[in-house]
């Protein structure tokens, strides 16, 4: 079965630095690959995804992510953050044996400090 | 085009209680889901529809029941309710093909007291 580690619960980091959010999953084949946002109380937006093609994908609101095969990794990156960034991020994949349905991770907290 | 909307946003049940989320898009989506969050975790799926006609269940189903009897509406019925049926849910769809990408509707707030 597929499964989705994101091994930060919380991370914080000052308006301007660069962020990194760390997704690694565990798929037999190649997986549908996504990163969503949620604000508090708000429901969830789609940042980006991935299925074949460039590994780099560029996602809304000046995001990207980085497909590799090798590390099971599909990790989130910005180059400058902005406070408006601060959200729950959730990294998911999703199985073509189960019509396709979403497998989360259980998210990273993102804090931003003046 | 609302895309998925479900209703009630709100709702508070008294245990053993039962009540239907409804979910609805307009976007002819075949695939439609039902997932619930809990604090602190990731969304979980409860059901899924593969189409009109077609359900099956995912991760966390006991409790809830689905029906899909059009292309549009995906409601989830939840019987006997819970205290471990707090939750947030949300209702999702997709088209198949392509990256299965899913769009999510605003969530309903469910407490069981």
């Known amino acids: 079965a597929q499964s989705v580690t994101q091994p930060d619960i919380h991370i914080t980091v000052s308006e301007g630095a660069s962020l990194e959010l760390r997704c690694n999953y565990s798929y037999g084949a190649t997986p549908y690959l996504f990163w969503y946002v949620q604000s508090p109380g708000q429901g969830l937006q789609l940042l980006l995804k991935y299925f074949s093609g460039d590994t780099l994908v560029q996602g809304i609101k000046g995001f990207e992510a980085e497909f590799k095969r090798s590390q099971s990794s599909f990790n989130l990156r910005k180059p400058s953050v902005h406070w408006s960034d601060a959200a729950e991020y959730f990294c998911?994949?999703?199985?073509?044996?189960?019509?396709?349905?979403?497998?989360f991770g259980k998210g990273t907290s993102l804090l931003v400090t003046p | 085009n609302a895309g998925v909307t479900q209703t009630p946003k709100f709702r508070i049940l008294k245990i053993g209680q039962s009540m239907t989320l409804q979910c609805a898009q307009d976007m002819n989506h075949n695939y439609m889901y039902w997932y619930r969050q809990d604090p602190g975790m990731g969304l979980k799926l409860i059901y899924y529809s593969v189409g009109a006609g077609i359900t099956d269940k995912g991760e966390v189903p006991n409790g809830y029941n689905v029906s899909r009897s059009t292309t549009e509406d995906f409601p989830l019925r939840l019987e006997l309710a819970a205290p471990s049926q707090t939750s947030v849910y949300f209702c999702?769809?997709?088209?198949?093909?392509?990256?299965?990408?899913?769009?999510f509707g605003p969530g309903t707030r469910l407490t069981v007291t």
């Open positions: 999702a769809s997709s088209l198949p093909g392509g990256t299965h990408e899913q769009y």
């Open positions: 998911a994949v999703g199985a073509a044996d189960s019509g396709y349905a979403l497998n």
